[in-house]
C-alpha cells in the first residue's frame, strides 16, 4: 500500500514515524521545503522530541523525503499534516491545504484523502464538492508538541469522519494496533469529527483560563490555588489536567483554534461566550503576573530581570505566541534590562531575531550573574532543580518570580518567593 503525507511539521512526521513503526514497509513523506527535504534525508530532525526522532532514525529506509510530485503519484492515500495558520481576521488560512489538494489532482485520478490538518468545519465537504474519484476522511490529531509521536501512537482516541463504510474500514485496518489495544473508535459525520477537534481544544482552553482565573481570586481571599487545584481534580468529573495556575497557554494551537472557532460561530450568527472568555483572561493572565512584578518594583528601569524559559512550552523550540515575547515587551518598555535563557537553542535562535537587543546566554547560570529579580517563564526541569547556594552567588537581588508555581512557597530560605494564586512569602534569614 502507497500512502502518502503531505506537510512535514510535527503532525506529518508523527504520523509518518507511526506509520513506519506499525507495519507499513515505505511510506512517501513529502514537503514542498527543499531544505528541509534535505535535512530529513540526513537525519536532522526539527523538533526537540527525542522519542520522534528516535523512530525517524530507527526507521529511515522505510521513508522516502521527497519534493518531487513525481513521487506520489497514485497513492493509495494522501495524508494532509499541512499548517492552518490563521489570517488577521482570524479565519484559517488553508492555502497550504488548497495547494496540496492541487498537487494530488495532478498525480492521481481518484484515491483517499485522510485530512489531519485542523480544518474549519465544512473543509472536508468543500473538497468532496470540488474533488470528484476521491474520498475524504476527517481524522484530527491531538497531539501535544514535545510528545507528538507518544500521542500518535497511543492516543486516547480515534475519531474518524466520512461518508462510506469502506472509509471507516479503512482506518480501521490501518489502524489495527490501536483497534487490539482497545483505544476507542468513534465514527461520525466529517463536519462532527472537524468540530470534535475545536471543540476538545477550546475546552481544555477554558479550564486554563479557569484556574488562572480562580487563582486571581485565591490571591485575594487568604487561599492557595493549588490545594484548590489539588482537591477540584480529585473528582473525575473535572481531572487534574491542564488545572494548574500559571502564565496562561501560548503555541499554535489554542490561540489559533479559538480565534478560528469563534470565526465559524460569527458566520452562523452565534456568540460563543465561554471561548470569548477564555481567550480574554488568557490575554490578560501574563499582564496580571507583570503587576506582580511592578508591585515589587514600582521603578523597573535600570532592574536587572532574568526570563528563565523562552519557548510557548517546556520541551519545546517552538517560540508561537510564547508568554516569554509579551513578557519581554512589557519589561522593555518600562526600561528593564533583561537577560535571558532557554535550553533549546532554536528557542534562543528565535527569541533573539524577535529581540536582539536582550543577552542570551546558553547555561542558565550565566542569565542570572547580576540580576536584581529571576522571572521564571516555563516548567523546564532544571528550573524546578535550582540551587539556592548558585542563586545567591550569582544573584544581586534575592526576589523570585515563578510564573509556573514550580515550588512550594516556603521553599527558598534566603529569598522573596512570588508566584501565581498563592501568598507571596518573605525569606527565612535575610
Known amino acids: 500500500m ?14 509518518v514515524a507511526y506509520l513506519v513503526s506499525h507495519g507499513q514497509k515505505c511510506v512517501v513523506a513529502f514537503d514542498c521545503d527543499e531544505a528541509k527535504i534535505s535535512s530529513l534525508k540526513a537525519n536532522h530532525f526539527p523538533f526537540k522530541e527525542p522519542a520522534l526522532n528516535d523512530v525517524l532514525r530507527k526507521e529511515c529506509k522505510k521513508v522516502v523525503y521527497t519534493s518531487d510530485a513525481k513521487d506520489i503519484t497514485d497513492a493509495d492515500a494522501y495524508f494532509l499534516a499541512v499548517g492552518t495558520p490563521n489570517k488577521e481576521d482570524g479565519t484559517a488560512d488553508l492555502s497550504f491545504l488548497n495547494n496540496a489538494v492541487d498537487t494530488i489532482e495532478k498525480v492521481s485520478k481518484g484515491s483517499r484523502i485522510v485530512i ?12 468532496k464538492d470540488r474533488l470528484s474519484g476521491f474520498s475524504i476522511i476527517s481524522m484530527p490529531e491531538f497531539l501535544a508538541e514535545g510528545r507528538s509521536y507518544e500521542d500518535e501512537s497511543s492516543p486516547y482516541r480515534i475519531v474518524v469522519g466520512a461518508e462510506a463504510s469502506a472509509d471507516f474500514e479503512f482506518v480501521r485496518n490501518l489502524r489495527k494496533n490501536d483497534v487490539n489495544n482497545g483505544v476507542p473508535f468513534y465514527y461520525m459525520s466529517n463536519e462532527s469529527a472537524e468540530l470534535t477537534k475545536y471543540a476538545s481544544n477550546i475546552f481544555l482552553s477554558m479550564k486554563i483560563s479557569y484556574v488562572n482565573e480562580m487563582a486571581r481570586l485565591a490571591e485575594a481571599l487568604g487561599a492557595d490555588i493549588t490545594d484548590v487545584a489539588l482537591a477540584m481534580g480529585a473528582d473525575p468529573r473535572i481531572g ?4 494548574k495556575a500559571g502564565l496562561g497557554y501560548g503555541g499554535s494551537c489554542f490561540p489559533k483554534d479559538g480565534m478560528a472557532l469563534l470565526e465559524t460561530a460569527s458566520k452562523e450568527n452565534l456568540s460563543l461566550l465561554l471561548p470569548q472568555a477564555a481567550a480574554a483572561i488568557n490575554v490578560s493572565q501574563p499582564l496580571y503576573f507583570f503587576k506582580k512584578i511592578e508591585k515589587r518594583f514600582p521603578t523597573l528601569s535600570g532592574v536587572k530581570i532574568a526570563l528563565l524559559g523562552l519557548a510557548y512550552k517546556a520541551g519545546t523550540s517552538d517560540l508561537r505566541n510564547a508568554l516569554s515575547l509579551v513578557l519581554a515587551k512589557l519589561f522593555l518598555a518600562k526600561g528593564a534590562a533583561l537577560s535571558a535563557y532557554d535550553p533549546s537553542e532554536g528557542a534562543r535562535k528565535a527569541f533573539a531575531q524577535a529581540y536582539p537587543s536582550i543577552q542570551l546566554f546558553a547555561n542558565k547560570d550565566d542569565a542570572l550573574k547580576g540580576a536584581d529579580a529571576l522571572v521564571i517563564v516555563t516548567e523546564e526541569g532544571e528550573f524546578a532543580q535550582l540551587d539556592e547556594t548558585t542563586l545567591l552567588k550569582e544573584m544581586n537581588g534575592r526576589v523570585i518570580f515563578d510564573g509556573r508555581n514550580l515550588y512550594l512557597p516556603r521553599h527558598f530560605h534566603y529569598f522573596e518567593y512570588i508566584s501565581i494564586g498563592r501568598a507571596p512569602t518573605k525569606p527565612d534569614i535575610e
Open 240 to 243: 487534574h489536567a491542564m488545572l
Open 116 to 127: 489531519r490538518s485542523t480544518v474549519p468545519v465544512g473543509t472536508a465537504k468543500k473538497l
Open 2 to 15: 502507497k500512502l502518502v503525507i503531505i506537510g512535514l511539521g510535527y503532525v506529518g512526521l508523527a504520523n
